[in-house]
């Protein structure tokens, strides 16, 4: 049974200080499941553009990512743009191009409907309740969303919100939802608006999970150089639930070595331009980085 992602699929186009790139494979989606394929076999529900490349569908389907749910629309696939500044802590989005994204209606395909794991990953919450309303009984659902919906769709994100069992949020993300600057107390909002699971992403600064039986903090895993940080976020929501679903277990110890995972996934990602660092990896080599940073937190 797959874990099931809806979510974007995205030509990205980077600035850093070091290097810009234009029109490279991105999108939640696309990076929740190039990390959760590791660990579960993952459907893919989204929509792009009549000029998304052939290459990609072949290289997303080459891993196994199950595309039934993919929907080619006439039109331009979506577009982001970002700058980061030279700490990697501040990114500017430059440009949001919704383009076929726009009219996305998710249509889950009737064999995924009874999925157990789901990822609504960062989407309008229109979007994402419309495909919660498709999956049947899940056994674990979890969001991601941004400031943009915050800001203009707080009502239908909150309502959303109330439907699933866990979210995760950055630090800008949960004091904006909140209005506590306190992290601690934020998230501790958040578990009163409905998830019972908060999973705060603090950047190089690691991530942090509570609910009413875990509170886990867990540094990043310290990478020498930085190339790309976009898709961080989604790639340790992908290595986090990928392997919750693979345990099929919702044990605190399971919780806790799946956030390891998420850490471990999110620092391939950063190794490089869009999913390329991520991509390519085996599980042996995702292993061992989990057990490096197992050394690097034990006392
Ligand atoms: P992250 O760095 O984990 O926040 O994810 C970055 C990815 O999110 C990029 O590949 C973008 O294409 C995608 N993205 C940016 N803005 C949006 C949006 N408004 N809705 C959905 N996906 C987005």
């Known amino acids: 049974m797959s874990l099931l992602v809806i979510g974007t699929l995205a030509y990205d186009s980077i600035e850093t200080v070091h290097e810009s790139r234009r029109d490279v494979l991105g ?3 696309t990076y929740f499941a190039s990390a959760a394929r590791y660990f579960h076999p993952v459907s893919l529900v989204g929509v792009v553009g009549d000029d998304f490349k052939r ?26 743009s970002g700058r980061y500044a030279a700490d990697w802590n501040t990114r500017t989005t430059l440009d949001t191009q919704l383009n076929v994204f726009e009219r996305f209606d998710p249509k889950i395909p009737v064999a995924q409907r009874n999925s157990r ?18 999956v049947s009984h899940p056994a674990f659902t979890m969001l991601d969303t941004m400031n943009l919906w ?8 909150l309502h959303v919100l109330r439907r699933v069992d866990a979210v995760v949020l950055n630090d800008e ?8 600057r306190n992290l601690l107390r934020a998230a501790g909002a958040v578990l009163g ?11 190089e600064h690691g991530a942090f999970l509570l609910s009413s039986n875990a509170h886990f903090s867990l540094p990043a895993y310290p990478v020498e ?12 929501a992908g290595g986090f639930m990928g392997y919750v679903a693979e345990q099929n277990s919702f044990d605190p110890k399971v919780m806790r070595r799946a956030m390891l995972y998420g850490t471990v996934t999110a620092s391939f ?16 080599e995702i292993d061992r980085r989990f057990d490096e940073l197992m050394t690097i937190v034990s006392v």
């Open 27 to 29: 999108g939640s989606a």
């Open 55 to 80: 290459e990609h569908i072949d290289m997303l389907k080459n891993r196994g990512i199950d595309l039934a749910g993919l929907e080619v629309a006439a039109g331009k696939t979506f577009r982001w």
């Open 117 to 134: 794991y789901l990822f609504l990953a960062n989407a309008a919450p229109g979007i994402q309740a419309k495909a919660l309303d498709q």
């Open 150 to 157: 915050i800001d203009i769709a707080k009502d239908e994100l």
């Open 173 to 180: 993300e949960v004091r904006m939802l909140t209005g506590e």
């Open 193 to 203: 608006l409905g998830p019972r699971y908060v999973i705060l992403k603090k950047g």
């Open 225 to 236: 150089e930085v190339v790309d940080p976009t898709g961080a976020g989604d790639s340790f």
């Open 269 to 284: 990602c950063v190794e490089g331009f869009g999913v390329e660092a991520l991509d390519g990896r085996s599980r042996e």
